[in-house]
């Protein structure tokens, strides 16, 4: 009886160690000096590329339209209230964002600009703090600043 | 008839009809997935909030990441793909307590993504520095040239580009020597080499920034925010240079790249014609912007943009749709053949579907749809065409074109290069050693069910985690680190101490396809093919399954029997693997120590193994 005791109890120890979902990851290098170059190294590293790419079967457009918006939303509310406010990183993430979601040109998309806006009502911005980035943002265009308007008015 | 060991009395009680597409209640949804080989032989848990579901995954390194899922995904990829069954508890909420606990997990999720983001970055840094040092860094001779991965530049240069080289065009493309020309009235007669020559310098003045360890400070709550890496800037530049270089010579897509489709799957008219006409004239105003953005990857824009501008040209000439290939062939993953006919019919409603945007209206969103949905009809129809299974997993959600470009080190010396890799890697170093403090997987206290009671108890409990006036709309605190750290215990927890309203299971593919088949066929004779690997229907066994003989999850007092013959044909693929190993590498012994090993707890009425349907596809509908 102990035996199948301990038997039982170390079955069930093996269940907490290999509790919770392996993610799929490669941790593939990106880089290869010239002399070294092979074409394993090579596929390893477009997998690791194409990670954060889903295949087209497996997300709805709408779906990812929203989520991409969101995202924007979310994103923008945490950045405009984080000490550090480099517009670089900022620019550069939602690009990340975009190019996730399938848009390669963020910034002909009025969609982004709304939610920018959006997210600075969300992060409740004052008005000149809200004037100032709007206008950091909107490389002097009407219609970004309209659309960013927008997002925060409503 | 068989019946589950484990939840037995619940599951008959609360077993609903659940089609796929069934949707979640507002609320809270607290979510058990029962265990299978290989990715998680414990359980996993999960939250969800309405269609959102949240996990936290054990990643490589050792750590729990969160992941936002939706969940007609999360379910297919569960029950289908891994054969597993989810079962959920559901508590309704008020409005301003299920937004304050969806907001914190988003939270969660944007902060942990923003740090493991920065975490890719130093380690692409640390890369490109030790590629370009060699294997001596501090010997004498030169820095050389290292490869770097870059997205778009494959559409043109599959075979890799070297930005040194001089590219010489036979057959100009039309589209782009005219947009060159606007570019050039647009901002003058030498811009496209001013703007070459301006990138290279920029590219060999390029530096590391130093990194100051002493003031990293990850931490859970904060959002770590930083100007793009050396390895993202130099990457970057090297786009945009391609994508100069590919204008100013005029250069036309690796024919590959780009998609004719059958006229007869992808009809065309006038109409479609002015609409694209239309959208075109938009796309080449939204690329002669670009090389004045904002933004540092302009480049990646353009070498797609170009593309599909010349996909556009093709088509209005030829009168047939063609797009830019969105074709990525890491791996093959043939497509189940039970969902060939189901992914005909669904790629065909996802063109109409997508056709529904052909308005004047026409952005780049609309576009990518029809540029997805062009690929997989096609990816469909060639399939077809060469007598195999269509490889869906390939076809992407948007264009990528990655390809290797040489990557000239900047101009320094060698001492420099390596004080920058030795500054990195301690920065790098100290990083790892934080998010490990911060994220790291605990054996006891910090685990997939655990983490979630402890965001949960965070989001509710305010600031001092002494506000307890919002948890009793949830219920008691569960102790995510007493029993309640396995997944199932957990799931039993939450049962016991929260408001559940109601519950449902989600069988996995094997006991649904069982459910749906007893009213066709005899239902003994179904059990009987149905219940083991050599006569199955509803499963194939694969290589990425160990070998077994008898599926034990739909069994009881007969697992333990089930559980000899499966540890019997683990032990033997075990013994054959032993002989094997200078043959195979040890891959029949591993295989059969871990079928050894998940046949264990099936000889005390545990169950674990479940076999897996890999090949099978989630086929999103809009």
């Known amino acids: ?48 590329l194409l990670g954060s790419t889903s295949s087209a079967s497996s997300r709805s457009s709408e779906t990812q339209k929203q989520t991409y918006e969101r995202k924007v939303i979310d994103y923008t509310a945490e950045f405009v209230t984080s000490s550090k406010g480099d517009l670089q990183a900022y620019r550069a993430k939602i690009s990340k964002i975009a190019q ?6 963020w910034e002909a998309d009025r969609g982004t600009y709304v939610s920018i ?21 909107s490389d002097n265009q009407t219609w970004k600043l309209d659309a960013i308007t927008e997002g925060f008015g409503k | 008839m068989h019946k589950p060991a ?17 949707e979640l209640a507002l609320g809270l949804d607290y979510l058990y997935i029962n265990a299978n080989e290989g990715s998680a032989s414990g359980g996993h848990a999960a939250i ?34 891994e054969n597993r069954t989810i079962y959920r508890h559901h508590l309704e909420l008020p409005g301003p307590t299920e937004s304050r606990l969806r907001e914190s997990f988003n939270r969660v999720l944007l902060i942990e993504d923003s740090q493991y983001e920065r975490l890719e970055a130093l380690q692409a840094d640390e890369r490109l520095l030790t590629a370009w040092l060699g294997q001596y860094p501090d010997d004498t001779q030169p820095i050389q ?32 020597l005219e947009l060159a020309e606007d570019l050039r009235k647009q901002y003058g007669p030498d811009f496209i080499s001013q703007t070459t020559e301006q990138l290279q310098q920029e590219l060999q003045q390029l530096r590391p920034e130093p990194l100051d360890v002493k003031a990293l400070q990850l931490k859970e709550d904060a959002l770590f925010s930083s100007k793009p890496a050396f390895s993202e800037r130099y990457t970057e530049s090297l786009q945009a240079l391609a994508a100069l270089q590919v204008l100013n010579n005029a250069l036309a897509p690796e024919p590959s790249k780009l998609i004719h489709l059958n006229p007869t799957l992808a009809p065309w008219d006038k109409q479609t014609a002015q609409t694209l006409k239309v959208y075109r004239a938009k796309l080449k105003n939204q690329l002669l912007a670009m090389p004045q953005s904002n933004r540092s990857d302009w480049g990646f824009s353009l070498l797609v943009g170009m593309a599909r501008l010349i996909a556009l040209d093709e088509s209005l000439v030829r009168n047939q749709w063609v797009v830019l290939s969105l074709r990525e062939d890491e791996r093959s993953v043939a497509l189940h053949p039970d969902q060939l006919d189901e992914a005909a019919t669904w790629a065909k409603l996802r063109w109409q579907s997508a056709q529904a945007g052909l308005t004047q209206a026409l952005e780049e969103w609309g576009y990518v749809r029809l540029e997805q949905a062009a690929n997989l009809i096609h990816e469909i129809e060639l399939a077809k065409r060469e007598q195999r299974s269509p490889n ?64 949960i108890d965070l989001s509710l409990k305010g600031e001092d985690q002494n506000d307890i006036q919002l948890y009793p709309e949830v219920g008691e605190p569960v102790d995510g680190a007493g029993l309640a750290l396995i997944p199932f215990l957990a799931f039993e927890s939450v049962r016991l101490n929260w408001h559940v309203k109601t519950s449902e299971v989600f069988p996995s593919r094997r006991l649904r396809l069982l459910t749906q088949s007893e009213t066709q066929a005899n239902p003994y004779w179904l059990q009987l093919r149905e219940s083991n690997v050599v006569t199955a229907q509803f ?6 399954d160990s070998i077994f003989l008898i599926f034990s999850d739909d069994l009881s007092w007969l697992r333990p029997i089930a559980g000899g013959f499966n540890l019997a044909s683990g032990l033997g693929q075990t013994v054959w693997g032993l002989f094997a190993v200078p043959f195979d590498g040890g891959a029949n012994l591993h295989k059969g120590a871990i079928g050894f090993l998940m046949s264990l707890p099936e000889l005390v009425f545990f169950n674990i193994r479940k076999g897996s349907n890999p090949e099978l596809e989630y086929l999103a509908t809009d």
Request: proline share 4%; aromatic share 12%.
């Open chain 1, 117 to 137: 806006g959006k997210g600075m009502r969300k992060a409740e911005l004052s008005q000149p703090q809200f004037d100032a980035f709007r206008q950091s943002l």
């Open chain 1, 100 to 105: 996730d979601a399938g848009i390669t040109n």
């Open chain 2, 6 to 22: 484990k939840f037995t009395a619940l599951q008959l009680w609360l077993l609903l009809v659940c089609s796929l597409t069934s």
């Open chain 2, 392 to 455: 869906l997993r390939a076809i992407k959600f948007s264009p990528i074109g990655a390809a290797s470009v040489v990557a000239s080190p900047p101009e320094q010396d060698k001492a420099e290069l390596l004080a920058y890799l030795q500054n990195r890697q301690t920065y790098l170093a100290e990083f790892e050693n934080q998010m490990g403090a911060l994220y790291g997987y605990q054996l006891v206290g910090r685990n997939c069910a655990s983490e979630i009671f402890r965001q």
């Open chain 2, 539 to 544: 499963y194939r066994w694969h290589s990425g």
């Open chain 2, 48 to 81: 969800g909030f309405d269609q959102e579901i949240f996990h936290f995954q054990h990643v490589p390194t050792g750590w729990l990441r969160i992941v936002r899922e939706e969940f007609p995904e999360f379910r297919f990829r569960y029950t289908e793909r």
């Open chain 2, 145 to 176: 040239s290292a490869e770097i991965l870059a997205k778009g530049v494959g559409i043109f240069f599959p075979e890799g580009w070297n930005p040194q080289q001089t590219i010489r065009t036979t057959n100009p493309a039309q589209t782009l």
């Open chain 1, 1 to 48: 009886m102990f035996k199948f005791q301990s038997f039982f109890l170390l079955v069930l120890a093996a269940s907490i160690l290999t509790a919770c979902s392996f993610s799929e990851s490669s941790t593939s290098s990106m880089v290869s000096s010239e002399s070294s170059k092979s074409s394993s190294a090579s596929s390893e590293s477009l997998g690791k």
